[in-house]
């Protein structure tokens, strides 16, 4: 046994009654037909497992039972269908009757709810998936098939940008009708007979009669001239009764002629039932036959219209404008006879009257046609205006007396008469008139111009204050903005009435204005009048407001300025003579005073007037300095350093512009020991002068001493750390130096102390450009590309940075770049003058004058640009184009620029006024090139 592996028994025995394999692992039962055997009826007490057949004899039992009720269904004859359908249940189907007397019972209901859960489950698990593929597949499939709506989706979009212009050009479609119509139209080809009879008449055919003349028989031909003919013989019976039609030009002129399409050839016919029920309907009301005739003659049938005018004017011979309208539609001598039919049913029709006088080419029949309806009609003012209009002087004075006398309420009529007058006569019109209309303002204001043009000044004013006065009396308000329109017309009447203007202003400017608000509503009336032009109305604004407050100096300098944008020197000397007597401690207005005697060429004036400031306001540092600046600008140094220790003498001393402008005076003169005295007392006292740190550093670079000029430098940098021409003068002193690593640590200092600084970035980049004179340097230019970069990122809008741009980039790119520009900085001076300048390279001359002019207009207070305008027109535009130039720039009297700020504080040029230092910095601009 021990040699042989070990085998487990394999027979068991039978099974035990109600066996069944595996049950206790959790199997179920099953049977074949095989186990079920015979149809054996269990014994009593049995169940269904008992004994291996208790199952198969529960079975048979079941097959015995249905079958028996088949045969009995069966022996019924039919009433199988009816059992069927009685156990027919709409959830389990037939099968229903099987479970017919079951209970629906909570665990039921429990298992369909988890069935439906589990369902739901499993219709989620992959939903998004499926909605996704199904999205797809619709997608795809309307983009293989769209509908029509979509193929025009964007041409609708379209249609909204189309103007109501456009859509009346679109032509009418006419009738395309989907329904057929019959065409009973049949083709036949042509007889061989009739071609044989066109090519005949295409060749030049002649036959001889009997007296030997031949006669041509192109009858096709001349049908086409007579019809050509006919039509032109039509088209000449026009309303003016002269032809419009160029014979010349007739089959050109074709293209021009509007052919109706059918849908207006339908609306006409609709029109034309319509106005026909009018017409019918109410034969007496004109406006009808009015639109009737229209429509015919929109049609084209000019005669039809006449036609229907007619009856029209037959109908309504009451209606003036049936009548004129019968004129217009017809030609001039038939409008005459109508309109003389016209007047005989409407004599004291206006209209019609003037409608036959327009017909008359000549005055006299004119003049004629008027007089006969003023028969009619002599309270017509239109009637006497027209007629008096084509008389002459003498026969027009009658007129308008007559006229006065029959039309005495229309002021028009006497104030003509009165222009028409001598002056005596004219003044006895005028009473006339005034006391026929004793409410009318224009009469008092004709009189007062009667008066200061027959050269009666003194009765101006007191016709106005008579005027303001009657009109109140006669229960007419004074309105103020009437009466200052009536003082502005009377500037501008020709020829000016300017005492009348100044004394209506006079009288009238304060009516209904509380005390208060005097002053501010003055100055704003003058201010208004000075935009509309009317500046010697806004001088007698100004001039009366100084008369009633004198000790506001506010109102004597608007009253100045204005006196200067005039250019009235004499009338400004007088009123600043005025305003300082009233306005002693107005320093702004002495000032004011000695500077205009100054550019009027009175020096000593100037100095008397200054001598004056000094009585009144002797600590007045502005006065003593423009006492300095006078003396200064005259060449006279010693008067000017006298002035200059006066004021560092007074107690308190003298401010910092003191101390600098005597430094000044001393570089101009050449004294640099005095020079370098006075920057440093300045220095002393005011240590945050960058001004003069400056001066100083410019000073010992100017004497050759490098060392003492960068100590200058740096110690103004650290006291003023922002002031920029500092460290850009500090940077230039290195470069120039020859260091130029010491030269970008110190611009590199002065953009971390000043940020966002353009000038600093724009410095940095000229210093790496100027490491390279030649401009081949690879490595140069990058460095330069790459500051001017972080420049335009930390300053993107520097107009500055952005001309450099343009100026540094290369000539293929410098069109986008100046584009890229002007979007980052519109209307910048700088920009477009270096737009200008690219234009003048590429020799489009008309283009860059026109930049140029743009750019110093935009800002004028840029040199730079003037001068390179000035040079521009010097090589392209002529002598006299580069006079206008620098005559602008004079009168601009630019101040900044680098070039002209460099050219401008050179000690040699102090002096020169604008014109000069423009021709200089367009010499230095040309050597700079050279």
């Known amino acids: ?459 101006v004013g007191k016709i106005v204050e008579r005027a303001v006065k009657s009109l109140g009396n006669h229960g007419v308000s004074v309105d103020r903005e009437y009466w200052l329109k009536e003082a502005e017309a009377a500037e501008k009447n020709d020829p000016p009435a300017l005492a009348v203007c100044r004394e209506i202003v006079r009288v009238t400017v304060g009516a209904g204005v509380e005390e208060e608000d005097m002053k501010r509503t003055w100055k704003a009336d003058a201010a208004e009048c000075e935009k509309r032009g009317s500046t010697h109305t806004a001088r007698a604004i100004l001039a009366h407001a100084c008369g009633v407050f004198p000790a506001k100096k506010g109102l004597w300098v608007l009253a100045a300025k204005l006196e200067k944008s005039v250019g009235d020197s004499a009338a400004m000397d007088a009123l600043l003579k005025r305003a300082v007597v009233h306005c002693p401690r107005a320093e702004v207005l002495w000032l004011m005073a000695a500077k205009e005697r100054w550019l009027c060429g009175d020096v000593p004036g100037a100095r008397d007037v200054l001598e004056e400031a000094f009585v009144v306001n002797p600590d007045s540092e502005d006065i003593w300095l423009a006492a300095f600046k006078l003396e200064f600008e005259n060449r006279e140094p010693e008067r000017a350093r006298v002035l200059l220790a006066k004021i560092r003498e007074k107690e308190g001393g003298a401010s910092e512009r003191v101390w600098m402008k005597s430094a000044i005076v001393e570089r101009e003169v050449g004294d640099v020991a005095e020079e370098r005295r006075m920057l440093a007392g300045g220095l002393e006292k005011f240590p945050t002068a960058w001004k003069m740190w400056l001066m100083l550093g410019q000073l010992e670079e100017a004497q050759g001493d490098v060392d003492a000029a960068r100590t200058a430098y740096t110690k103004g940098c650290r006291r003023c750390h922002d002031a920029i021409p500092l460290w850009t003068a500090a940077a230039t002193l290195e470069q120039r130096s020859g260091f130029s690593a010491k030269a970008r640590a110190i611009l590199e200092q002065a953009r971390t102390r000043n940020p966002k600084n353009e000038w600093l970035w724009l410095a940095a980049t000229r210093q790496e450009r100027a490491a390279d004179p030649s401009g081949v340097d690879p490595e140069a230019i990058k460095a330069a590309d790459a500051l001017l970069s972080k420049g335009l990122q930390e300053c993107p809008a520097s107009g500055a940075l952005w001309a450099e741009a343009v100026k540094m980039a290369p000539r293929p790119q410098r069109k986008a770049k100046s584009v890229d520009a002007l979007k980052r900085c519109d209307n910048d001076p700088r920009i477009i003058a270096s737009i ?63 070039l002209w700020q460099r050219v401008g504080k050179n000690v040699k040029n102090w002096h020169d006024d604008a014109e000069t230092l423009l021709k200089k910095c367009v010499a230095e601009m040309g050597a700079g090139e050279a």
């Open 1 to 459: 046994m021990a040699g042989r592996g070990y085998a487990p028994p394999t027979n068991f025995g039978e099974a035990p009654k109600g066996y069944v394999p595996g049950i206790g692992r959790g199997a179920a039962g099953f049977m074949t037909r095989s186990d079920l055997g015979g149809a054996v009826a269990p014994a009593p007490g049995q169940t269904g497992l008992g004994e291996g057949a208790g199952s198969r004899s529960a079975l048979a039992k079941f097959q015995r039972e249905n079958a028996e009720k088949q045969a009995e269904a069966a022996a019924a004859g039919g009433g199988g269908d009816a059992d069927e359908d009685k156990d027919f249940d709409k959830f389990e189907g037939a099968d229903g009757g099987l479970f017919a007397n079951a209970e629906y019972d909570e665990d039921d209901e429990e298992a369909d709810r988890i069935y439906a859960e589990i369902d739901a489950h499993m219709d989620s698990r992959r939903r998004a998936q499926r909605e996704a593929r199904l999205k797809e597949e619709l997608e795809k499939y309307r983009r293989d098939n769209p509908k029509i709506t979509e193929q025009f989706r964007d041409l609708k979009r379209k249609l909204g940008d189309v103007s109501y212009e456009e859509w009346d050009a679109i032509p009418d479609i006419g009738d395309y009708t989907i329904k057929k119509k019959k065409d009973f139209a049949q083709f036949a080809p042509a007889p061989d007979t009739l071609l044989q009879r066109a090519l005949d008449e295409k060749g030049v055919s002649t036959q001889e009669v009997d007296d030997g003349a031949l006669t041509d028989l192109n009858a096709v031909g001349e049908g086409r001239g007579t019809v050509l003919g006919l039509k032109l013989d039509k088209l000449s019976d026009s309303v003016s009764g002269q032809t419009v039609v160029d014979p010349k030009g007739y089959l050109t002129d074709l293209k021009s002629i509007k052919i109706s399409s059918e849908a207006e050839i339908s609306d006409i016919k609709k029109a034309r039932l319509l106005l026909k029920s009018v017409i019918s309907t109410n034969p007496k009301h004109a406006p009808g036959w009015i639109a009737a005739a229209r429509l015919e003659e929109l049609a084209g049938k000019l005669q039809a219209a006449r036609s229907f005018i007619q009856k029209g004017c037959d109908a309504c011979p009451k209606s003036e404008d049936v009548w004129i309208e019968a004129a217009r539609l017809n030609t001039p001598e038939n409008a005459k006879a109508i309109l003389a039919r016209g007047v005989v049913s409407l004599p004291n029709s206006v209209k019609i009257w003037m409608q036959a006088a327009k017909l008359e080419a000549e005055d006299d029949r004119k003049r004629r046609v008027l007089r006969r309806a003023l028969e009619n009609i002599p309270n017509s003012v239109k009637l006497w205006k027209a007629v008096v209009d084509l008389s002459r002087e003498d026969d027009a004075r009658v007129l308008l007396s007559r006229a006065v006398e029959c039309c005495p309420q229309h002021v028009d009529l006497w104030l003509a008469l009165a222009r028409l007058e001598t002056y005596e006569q004219a003044r006895k019109v005028l009473n006339k008139a005034r006391e026929t209309l004793p409410t009318e303002p224009a009469i008092w204001i004709t009189a007062a111009k009667l008066e200061e043009a027959n050269g009666n000044g003194a009765m």
């Open 836 to 898: 200008a300048n690219l234009f003048w390279q590429d020799r489009k001359v008309d283009k860059a004058r026109s930049w140029f002019n743009r750019s110093c207009t935009i800002d004028p207070d840029i040199g730079d640009h003037w001068a390179a305008y000035y040079r521009f027109e010097l090589q392209h535009g002529g002598d006299a184009a580069a006079a206008a130039v620098a005559k602008r720039c004079r009168e601009a009297d630019p101040k900044h620029g680098e």
